[in-house]
């Protein structure tokens, strides 16, 4: 166990709709980051909050967001989905602003879009 | 833009064996961070081993080593005394000094033959 904790592990659901996965990040780690991995797209990084504030954006689409509460844990929303936004979706934490030491990941969530 | 290439995607090696993982980069910046990731089955994203840019000696983590090489951009990982827990996808990962992301390579699946 990481103790970077994502839910739920496997989401399914259809075209159109809207989904919220969760992550909870590792004690004491103050920044989020959410990554997609596809296997036509490899890892992608998304986007990443530290202590409730966006840090820095990847390639996340206008369909996505995202937030960090003041409890540290984070969601990403995935809105109007596409069969291309299946994927899995990973969680990962640090203590800092920068991961100078890498990150924490969490065990993913794997969304399919039917 | 930073790139990272995996030139192998498959790679094969019998227990107890030595293996290497190649990985080349592409960056202008000075400062930054090298990582090799290692993603089994569980999908799990597990940190093996990272480089700082600025540091000469090469990094190793018991039977994990890597060979550094800055002015050709290069960064393979050696496995010694292969065990069937190695067999992953492990993934070559940078990031710039100043930057909150990691750029990943596409991977390369690593079988470890008993």
């Known amino acids: 166990d990481s103790g970077v904790t994502q839910t739920p592990k496997h989401l399914i659901t259809a075209t159109g709709q809207r989904v919220t996965l969760r992550c909870s990040p590792r004690?004491?780690?103050?920044?989020v980051y959410w990554y997609q991995q596809s296997l036509d797209q490899g890892l992608q990084f998304l986007i990443q909050y530290y202590n409730g504030e966006e840090r820095a954006k990847g390639n996340i689409l206008e369909r996505f967001s995202a937030q960090q509460f003041p409890d540290l844990h984070s969601e990403l929303n995935l809105s109007s989905l596409e069969l291309g936004d299946s994927a899995l979706y990973f969680c990962?934490?640090?203590?800092?602003?920068?991961?100078?030491?890498?990150?924490?990941f969490g065990s993913g969530t794997r969304l399919t879009v039917v | 833009a930073q790139t990272v290439t995996q030139s192998q995607p498959e790679m094969s090696v019998q227990e107890a064996e030595t293996v290497t993982l190649s990985c080349t980069y592409d960056t202008s910046e000075s400062d930054y961070y090298l990582f090799w990731y290692k993603q089994p089955p569980s999908r799990q994203m597990i940190l093996v081993i990272r480089?700082?840019?600025?540091?000469?000696q090469n990094a190793t983590e018991n039977r994990f080593s890597v060979n550094f090489q800055k002015a050709a951009k290069s960064f393979s990982l050696k496995i010694s005394d292969s065990q069937l827990g190695d067999a992953a996808m492990y993934f070559c990962?940078?990031?710039?000094?100043?930057?909150?992301?990691?750029?990943f390579g596409k991977g390369t699946k690593l079988t470890v033959n008993p």
């Open positions: 480089q700082e840019a600025y540091k000469q």
């Open positions: 990962a940078y990031r710039a000094g100043r930057s909150e992301k990691l750029v």
């Open positions: 990962a934490s640090s203590v800092g602003q920068v991961a100078n030491y890498g990150y924490t």
């Open positions: 004690s004491g780690d103050l920044s």
